[in-house]
Nanobody, 124 residues
Framework: QVQLVESGGDSVQAGGSLRLSCVAS??????IAWFRQAPGKEREGLAH????????YVDDSVRDRFAISQDKAKKTVYLHMSSLKPEDTAMYYC???????????????????WGQGTQVSVSS
């Protein structure tokens, strides 16, 4: 059982930046991803890191503003967000997938463990 704890969410003004952190109880997962869910909307995938190599993938929708990185020693994955917009307001979750191989990148069921989320609010 991998436990994930997110932090770093805050209320910021449009144009601001935030760095979210996801600390894992153990760093055994092959993939750690960030998702977000706004009220009344489906959960959407943003970015993931393949932990053995550090290879990252960021969804086209946020690629120009968001980045993902990992610090293996701290068992932490970060989501770096810049040029924030009001539409970025959401609960942000990290998720871990234990196995490698091919999978549907943003399918909720592709991930084995989820954190409780951290709230990001962006005002105009």
């Amino acid at each position: 059982q991998v436990q994930l704890v997110e932090s770093g969410g805050d209320s910021v003004q449009a144009g601001g930046s935030l760095r979210l952190s996801c600390v894992a109880s153990e760093y055994s997962s092959k993939y750690i991803a960030w998702f977000r869910q706004a009220p009344g909307k489906e959960r959407e995938g943003l970015a993931h890191v393949f932990t053995p190599s550090g290879e990252t993938y960021v969804d086209d929708s946020v690629r120009d503003r968001f980045a993902i990185s990992q610090d293996k020693a701290k068992k932490t994955v970060y989501l770096h967000m810049s040029s924030l917009k009001p539409e970025d307001t959401a609960m942000y979750y990290c998720a871990a997938r234990q196995s490698g191989g091919s999978f549907s990148t943003w399918r909720i069921s592709s991930y084995d463990f989820w954190g409780q989320g951290t709230q990001v609010s962006v005002s105009s």
